[in-house]
Structures are given as structure tokens and as C-alpha cells.
């Protein structure tokens, strides 16, 4: 079968093993499989001797319709024994799509725990977006938004973008910080206005040292902000004014579950009552053959890509 991986010529679809299932997986046959922006950093390291892929849904061999967590705990540790297995000790290290095959292919298989059911009104064409979602959902839920509240999104890329989507519901407002017009175009179509004034809760979802800068900015005093981005590199927080506001800091880490479900539920759901969020986020479609186009069409943000499909 087809596998998207980086090799020293760069993005290429190669022949790779078909799935083997052990008795505690099943085949997951993938209609569609986003580019993340981590995807873009991660390339940037060289050669990958796995398939690219975390954001990826599909149907098993009796065609029910699944979104996949690409998460894989070890289920021992004290965090996988204590409700967090996103905080897994060695979960990094098997992560599909980030340390070991992902859903970038035609077909892979996936323990049946990291199944995650589609409701009606979702299909797997754009359940890839669940994944990404559900970082959102997360992070919203960890900020305790009670309802009312004035939230700001740094940053309108996939997952600002999501982020807008997951808090437009429990917010007041949600104000928004874009770099590019597209950008600014979509998170209007989600909800959210141009950031003015100060903010309850700001979501740093661009993980460069001026979206810092500007999220400590738009906090107002005793305000949180919680970061979905990645920090590829080290960012200075800006310390006085942060102290003179009292601000809180949270990180958020993938998705999890809580007393009510999980994260990735969550999100499924969302984008099932919601179709204008997989309409505005999803702005490419190419098919398997062309993974080094939507790289491409990916990396071009300023074009106006946000989230680029591939499907096999």
C-alpha cells in the first residue's frame, strides 16, 4: 500500500507494509488525513523512517465511520493508572505520525481503544479535523470557562482557528489575532472579532515569542492565559508586566478524558452541530499521490492555506 514519509529527496508516497493486526487492533481504511503544523516542523529535522500522519479518520473492515486517537499510552505508568493517559511517561515515543506510523496511507492499524465513534452528521471525509478539534476542547476545558467570560485567540492558524470554534460557545467574546487576511476571514466565519481591550482568558495558539508578548498584552489583571501552541524553540515571557498583573499560565498537552467523556468526543460532537467549522478550516483537498503539492500548499500560509486534506 501507499505511505506518505520524508526521505532525503524530501515528501514522497511510497510502498510501505500493509497493516498487520493483532487481536487487540482493528484496520482503520483512511478517507482523509490533515497537515499539521507540526508536521511542517517535524520535516524540517530530515529523513522520518515512519509514516507521516496524526489527524486522520476513516472506516474499519465493517464500515463503521472513525476518527483515531493518535495517542498510544503505555496503560502502566502512574499517569495512564491515574485517568491521564495523555500524560503517558513514554507516550511520545509511540505517538502515530510524531515516533511511529501514522494515518498518512491507505489503511493502518489501531488499537480499538483509540477508536473514536462518529456521530450522525459527521463523515470521515472531514473527521480528520476531530483530532485537532480536540486539542481545542481541551485546552477550553482546562481554562474553566464558565460562561461570559472574554477570550482571546493568538494566532489563527488550524488550531487558533479551532480554538475560536471551542470557546465561541461558553464565551461573551472571542477576540482574535491573525496574521494573515484569510486568517482573519475564517475566524469571522467562526465568530470571533478583531481582539481589542483586555481579555479573561487569552489561548496563545501561534508559539512564537511575539504571540507571548502579545497574549500578555491583552490579558487583563489576574487573567490566565493557556498555550495550545508548541514551542519549537525557547520564547521569553515578559516578566514585569506578567507580574504586575498576576497572570496565570497553563499549558495544554493533546486531549484527555473527563467525568463526562473525553476531549476527542467532544469534539467529534462540535463538529457534527457546527459543519461551518470543517468548512472554514478545511481549504485543500488533494489527493494521496500529491503529498509533496499539499506540503507545499501547506507551508504557504499567506495563500491562504489552513487546513490541507489528503485522501487516499
Keep these: 500500500m501507499r505511505g506518505v514519509r520524508n526521505t532525503e529527496r524530501g515528501i514522497e508516497v511510497l510502498d510501505v507494509p500493509d497493516p498487520q493486526p493483532d487481536d487487540d487492533e482493528v484496520v482503520v481504511h483512511i478517507e482523509s488525513s490533515s497537515i499539521c503544523g507540526s508536521d511542517l516542523h517535524l520535516i524540517e529535522y530530515g529523513p522520518i523512517p515512519f509514516v507521516l500522519g496524526h489527524e486522520f479518520a476513516g472506516r474499519t473492515d465493517d464500515g463503521v465511520a472513525v476518527a483515531v486517537d493518535p495517542s498510544q499510552p503505555c496503560g502502566e505508568c502512574d499517569q495512564c493508572t491515574t ?21 498518512m496511507c491507505d489503511a493502518i492499524a489501531v488499537h480499538r481503544s483509540s477508536l473514536v465513534p462518529l456521530p450522525d452528521g459527521l463523515t470521515p471525509d472531514t473527521a480528520c479535523l476531530v483530532e485537532p ?23 489563527a492558524g488550524g488550531i487558533g482557528l479551532a480554538a475560536i470554534a471551542a470557546a465561541r460557545p ?8 491573525a496574521r494573515h487576511d484569510r486568517q482573519r476571514e475564517a ?8 481582539a481589542a481591550g483586555e481579555y479573561d482568558v487569552v489561548l496563545e495558539c501561534a508559539g512564537t515569542e511575539s504571540a507571548m508578548q502579545t497574549a500578555v498584552e491583552l490579558c487583563r489583571p489576574g487573567a490566565l492565559i493557556v498555550f495550545l501552541s508548541t514551542h519549537w524553540t525557547p520564547v521569553t515571557i515578559p516578566g514585569v508586566p506578567a507580574l504586575m498583573k498576576e497572570l496565570g499560565f497553563r499549558w495544554s498537552y493533546t486531549y484527555g478524558t473527563h467525568e463526562h467523556g473525553t476531549d476527542l468526543g467532544d469534539a467529534a460532537a462540535l463538529l457534527a452541530t457546527d459543519p461551518e467549522i470543517a468548512a472554514t478550516l478545511i481549504t485543500h483537498r488533494l489527493p494521496l499521490d ?9 507551508a ?13
Design 187 to 194: 475566524a469571522a466565519r467562526l465568530g470571533a472579532v478583531s
Design 300 to 312: 504557504d500560509r499567506a495563500a491562504g492555506a489552513i487546513k490541507v486534506v489528503l485522501e487516499p
Design 133 to 155: 478539534l480536540g486539542v481545542a476542547t481541551h485546552a477550553v476545558r482546562l481554562a474553566g470557562l464558565r460562561g461570559g467570560e472574554r477570550v482571546a485567540v493568538v494566532g
Design 290 to 298: 500529491d503529498a509533496a503539492e499539499a506540503f507545499r500548499v501547506a
Design 170 to 177: 461558553f464565551a461573551e467574546e472571542v477576540g482574535v489575532v
Design 83 to 103: 485517568g491521564s493517559e495523555h500524560l503517558c511517561r513514554t507516550g511520545s515515543q509511540r505517538a502515530r505520525g510524531i515516533s511511529a506510523d501514522g494515518g
